[in-house]
C-alpha cells in the first residue's frame, strides 16, 4: 500500500512537471514563431524598399567626379552615363527578382 502511495505521488508530480514543461515550451514555441514572423515581414518589407529604390535610382555626375574608384567601377574612359545604361536597367532587374524571389517564400 505505501509503496502504491508513493508511485501515485511520483506519477502526479511527473504529470504536474510534465504538463508545466509542456505550457512552457509551447508558449517560447510560439514567441519563436511571431518573432521569425515579424522578421519575414521585415524581410519583404527591406526588398520592396531595394525594389522601389531600383526603380528610382538617378545618378548625376560631373567629368570633374571621376575620380580612381569611378575609372576602376566604370572603366578607363571614365564614362558614367553609359554605364549607368547598364547598370541601372541590370539593378532594377535584380531587384525585381528578388522581390518576386522573396514572395514566393511566403
Not at 79 to 105: F, H, S, T
Request: include cysteine; aromatic fraction near 4%.
Amino acid at each position: 500500500m505505501f509503496l502504491q502511495n508513493i508511485a501515485i505521488v511520483i506519477l502526479l508530480m511527473t504529470s504536474v512537471l510534465t504538463t508545466a514543461s509542456t505550457l512552457h515550451y509551447k508558449q517560447r514555441l510560439k514567441e519563436i514563431a511571431m518573432n521569425k514572423h515579424i522578421n519575414d515581414k521585415s524581410t519583404i518589407a527591406l526588398v520592396r524598399q531595394i525594389t522601389d529604390l531600383a526603380n528610382d535610382i538617378r545618378i548625376a555626375t560631373y567629368p570633374t567626379e571621376c575620380d580612381d574608384l569611378t575609372k576602376e567601377i566604370t572603366g578607363k574612359d571614365c564614362d558614367v552615363g553609359n554605364y549607368m545604361e547598364w547598370a541601372g536597367p541590370r539593378l532594377q532587374k535584380q531587384a525585381d527578382e528578388l522581390l518576386i524571389l522573396v514572395n514566393n517564400e511566403q
